[in-house]
């Protein structure tokens, strides 16, 4: 009974075909990836998730052999589905940052290429057919159970990354206001320095002046006299 579930686990993994990348996508650029389908009716899976930059949006477009789009929407922030490959060929999985004139996106994604039809288990010695269903349902009901574990890591790898570029941004941007804060008040203390000068040194050039006139009017009278 080892055996089997150990064979059939293995049959599941070499059944399927998957990739997952982080890409850093610069400002201005559109990065393609792409996935080979062998056979007809096979099933692929599409996952990204914009972990940091900008607004966390990115377009994307998934496009069949002979150009033909399967998927394309602007400004998302992930997505998650599955879809029928119709024709056997080269898949192109395309990420778009054209929008974004200087901020650059990090984007994680998977691609993953299965067989619709089912592996078949080996059968052990003396199992009856039964006994071999059950087994069979249990091992796809694992992998359905994984793949849900792993989305959910995605899913809060994704949340815990945003929260943690929005705090940097944050504190970015706490550490310029408080930078400027204090440039405007030292311009400002400046400003009331020489403002105050300003006002002292007139007055006394004032009264300077009124001394001067008021010796000059003694001396003119002492004269006339």
Known sequence: MRFALLAG????????SATALTYRLEANEKACFYAEVEQANAKVAFYFAVQSGGSFDVDYSIQAPGDKIVAAEEKQRQGDFVFTAQSIGEYKFCFNNEMSTFAEKMVDF?????NEQ????????GATPEQTSSLEESIYKLSSQLSTISRNQKYFRTRENRNFSTVRSTERRIFN????????MVSMAALQVFVVRFFFQGARKGMFNSIYSLIYDIISLREFY
């Open 118 to 125: 089912r592996a078949q288990l080996p059968s052990r010695q």
């Open 110 to 114: 998977e691609i993953a290429v299965e």
């Open 177 to 184: 206001f408080s930078v400027i804060e204090s440039l405007m």
């Open 9 to 16: 686990l293995a049959s599941l993994a070499s059944s399927v």
